[in-house]
Nanobody
Framework: QVQLAESGGGLVQAGDSLRLTCTASGRTNRAGSMAWFRQAPGKEREFVAS?????????YYADSVKGRFTISRDNAKNTVHLQMNSLKPEDTAVYYCTADFPGFRSWGQGTQVTVSS
């Protein structure tokens, strides 16, 4: 009963930045860990970053994005963000946000990020 909607994707050049936003609607009060995943054409979906605590005190990142991406959450606005800096062509993918609830994980529709060489 929770819907997630990603926005902020686009076409940028290598070295540029993008800020993705995931907005949750519905029954969001019990949301726990939130995260970002991505999937490039022909590749498996992979973990990007997570922020398991509502206070945002703990974050986790894939090795490939450490030092470049930052995940954050704003519980009052029911949003989670992914600030992506120093983008590389290999970051090109559809980015999905997730929210964990007791018994299930909710997924958004995804937003396309394309980084040109």
């Amino acid at each position: 009963q929770v819907q997630l909607a990603e926005s902020g994707g686009g076409l940028v050049q290598a070295g540029d930045s993008l800020r993705l936003t995931c907005t949750a609607s519905g029954r969001t009060n019990r949301a726990g860990s939130m995260a970002w995943f991505r999937q490039a054409p022909g590749k498996e979906r992979e973990f990007v970053a997570s922020i398991p605590d509502e206070n945002g005190s703990t974050t986790y990142y894939a090795d490939s994005v450490k030092g470049r991406f930052t995940i954050s959450r704003d519980n009052a606005k029911n949003t989670v963000h992914l600030q992506m800096n120093s983008l590389k062509p290999e970051d090109t993918a559809v980015y999905y946000c997730t929210a964990d609830f007791p018994g299930f994980r909710s997924w958004g529709q995804g937003t396309q990020v394309t980084v040109s060489s």
